[in-house]
């Protein structure tokens, strides 16, 4: 069974940091792309970062401005998003979501996380 769980997520205050973990089983880790997303209250979901699993490769939202940083364990099947500088409109719920190819539309991604609520006071 494919599991994508999703962890680190929590309250912070604006110009605080968090890392967010995705832990995955149930796949050939090497074999997918493995993406943040977060979805805020009222917004659709929007792709945050991704990493191929297999080259290293990362990818990031125009957003993102140099805030946050992927990053992956291989030997545990644990893809990272370290986030700096946090603002208020980073409040969401960010979701870990894996794919055959490297990508930030949510449509391209095949299996997904439960997600992990970031909440960012003022």
């Known amino acids: 069974e494919v599991q994508l769980v999703e962890s680190g997520g929590g309250l912070v205050q604006a110009g605080g940091s968090l890392r967010l973990s995705c832990a995955a089983s149930g796949f050939t880790f090497d074999d997918y792309a493995i993406g943040w997303f977060r979805q805020a209250p009222g917004k659709e979901r929007e792709g945050v970062s991704c990493?191929?699993?297999?080259?290293?490769?990362?990818y990031y939202a125009d957003f993102m401005k140099g805030r946050f940083t992927i990053s992956s364990d291989n030997a545990k099947n644990t893809v990272y998003l370290q986030m700096n500088s946090l603002k208020p409109e980073d409040t969401a719920v960010y979701y870990c979501a894996a794919g055959i190819k490297p990508s930030t539309t949510p449509d391209d991604m095949d299996y997904w996380g439960k997600g992990t609520l970031v909440t960012v006071s003022s």
């Open positions: 990493i191929s699993s297999s080259d290293g490769s990362t």
